[in-house]
Nanobody, 122 residues
Framework: QVQLEESGGGLVQPGGSLRLSCAAS????????MAWYRQAPGKQRELVAR???????NYADAVKDRFIISRDNAKNTVNLQMNSVKPEDTAVYYC????????????????WGQGTQVTVSL
């Protein structure tokens, strides 16, 4: 089994910063990509940012130039630095990892964290 543990959510004022962290553990052969998604009330879950094992990153247009995703391949962790946050960033943020499990080695699949609430408000 593969587990993703998130931390760092909370309440932040508009224009402020917040850092989310996620650590993957368990039967991991390799992690192909790690990402952050978010889901606001009444809306579909959407990709925020993704980091591949090769270091390539991509961002949703709504967070470009404000959020930074960083990944530590050796530690199986991914962080999301959220800067200049806006009320519309309010959502539950989910860590995602596309993992090839080990013991035995199997085809890669998506794994999800439990989600962490981020609220941007005065």
């Amino acid at each position: 089994q593969v587990q993703l543990e998130e931390s760092g959510g909370g309440l932040v004022q508009p224009g402020g910063s917040l850092r989310l962290s996620c650590a993957a553990s368990g039967s991991i052969f390799s992690i192909i990509a790690m990402a952050w998604y978010r889901q606001a009330p009444g809306k579909q879950r959407e990709l925020v940012a993704r980091a591949g094992v090769d270091g390539r990153t991509n961002y949703a247009d709504a967070v470009k130039d404000r959020f930074i995703i960083s990944r530590d391949n050796a530690k199986n962790t991914v962080n999301l630095q959220m800067n200049s946050v806006k009320p519309e960033d309010t959502a539950v943020y989910y860590c995602n990892a596309f993992v090839r499990p080990s013991a035995p080695i199997r085809p890669p699949r998506d794994y999800w964290g439990q989600g962490t609430q981020v609220t941007v408000s005065l």
